[in-house]
């Protein structure tokens, strides 16, 4: 089959059309399935993290899956974050080494997605943090890893990858899993198959609610994302299945996708030129 | 006489990473026993390099489920801690709290607000 991909920005739209994607080739079962890119004008390099997730999938069901009639311009972009490496294409340089390239961590492997961040956070072009803001913006990446790790029961792992625009002073990192979603997780908890995606991330992200049962309290990793990404005047997004989340300029709003995503995908876009020390207290210290 | 052992992070997990659950609860395991019987343990993050929620949830959260509060204040110090891991610690020990107290609750709350469907 061939499916035409249109222009794929880090919208709501955006995640709609991959999230359609999905949704036209669940039943296929070893086949050929054509991604035609004649018709996407634009992609946002960080979307191939997503993507990636969705091809996964497809091609965990025995097709075979072909990237078609990119423009040069995608091609070099998705080209320079290594993404098409898996689909035929050479890998190009970045030259401005403004690219976290694309790479697919299984989640036991949280060593490997701190060597990624390690090597890519740091230096690479990506714009200067102060080292208190990058220590605080890995630590909130390491909570979104762990939430997949916890709850997402992606077999395929997480899908990263990320771009950084030095002039905007801004970097954008995306976490994709191909998992069971944040709604299954609450309906599950609730055991209510009814509860909507966009109430479920609602809930997810109100400290201390946790679908995680025994002993062990949980349930801050989102919120402390919020917290973060609201001082550091950036954006959060989350596609989880049909519900949709953007936190920006200290609004958050919550709404219903026209298709399903299958698993959960956060979208952080930090503004690097944050002055902000994230230092919480003036003496460091112990607690007695 | 009750001395003080001092049990760090680094040496039990091999890491400067606190980023996983799992690794949270190998240190609860070396640490729940002591304090259960009442010995005093300063938990050091010397060479620590980054912590994260769900591994304070799992090393030191869910004691509060498992001693009273006070207990816990008496015989536990942490040491060797920037300011910005002690105040995530802060926020892990009060939503322990709230979650031990609370749980059924909260949740009973929510159960009835999540009404909608899709």
């Given amino acids: ?288 | 006489m009750n001395e003080e052992i001092t049990v760090r992070i680094y040496d039990i997990i091999g890491s400067p990473l606190g980023v996983s659950a799992e690794d949270g609860q190998v240190v609860h395991e070396k640490i729940a026993p002591l304090l259960r019987d009442g010995r005093k343990v300063a938990l050091s993050f010397e060479k620590m390099e980054t912590i994260i929620s769900a591994f304070l949830n799992a090393a030191v959260g869910q004691i509060y489920g498992e001693l009273p509060a006070e207990r816990i204040d008496e015989l536990l110090s942490l040491k060797d801690m920037t300011s910005e891991d002690q105040k995530l610690l802060e926020r892990v020990v009060a939503n322990a709290l709230l979650y031990f107290k609370n749980r059924k609750n909260f949740d009973r709350a929510w159960k009835e607000e999540l009404g909608d469907e899709e």
């Fill in chain 1, 1 to 288: 089959m061939k499916y035409s991909l249109p222009t794929i920005l880090s919208t709501k739209e955006g995640f709609e059309c991959l999230a359609s994607l999905a949704g036209h080739t669940e039943h296929l079962f070893a086949r050929r399935v054509s991604v035609d890119f004649s018709s996407c004008e634009f992609f946002d390099a960080n979307m191939a993290a997503p993507l990636g997730a969705i091809l996964a999938r497809i091609t965990d069901r025995l097709n075979e899956v072909e990237l078609i009639s990119l423009s040069k311009g995608i091609q070099s972009v998705l080209c320079q974050n290594q993404f098409l490496a898996s689909y035929g294409y050479p890998a190009l340089d970045d030259g401005e080494q403004t690219t976290l390239p694309f790479q697919r961590i299984p989640l036991a492997e949280k060593g490997l997605f701190a060597e990624y961040l390690g090597r890519h956070l740091q230096g690479k072009g990506v714009p200067k943090m102060s080292e208190r803001l990058e220590r605080a913006f890995q630590q909130k990446i390491f909570e979104v890893f762990q939430n997949a790790v916890t709850h997402s029961e992606s077999r395929f792992g997480v899908f990263v990858c990320g771009q950084s625009f030095p002039t905007k002073k801004r970097l954008e990192l995306t976490l994709a899993d191909a998992g069971i979603g944040i709604r299954e997780n609450v309906r599950r908890f609730f055991q209510n198959d009814k509860i909507s995606s966009a109430a479920a991330i609602r809930w997810a992200l109100v400290g201390g609610n946790t679908t995680k049962q025994g002993k062990e309290p949980g349930g801050l990793g989102l919120k402390l994302l919020k917290d973060f990404f609201s001082l550091n005047e950036g954006k959060i997004q989350i596609a989880s299945r049909m519900g949709c989340y953007v936190f920006e300029n200290g609004k958050e709003t919550f709404s219903t996708m026209s298709a399903d995503f299958p698993g959960t995908v956060v979208n952080f876009e930090i503004n690097t030129s944050d002055p902000r020390s994230y230092r919480f207290t003036s003496e460091p210290g112990a607690k007695n």
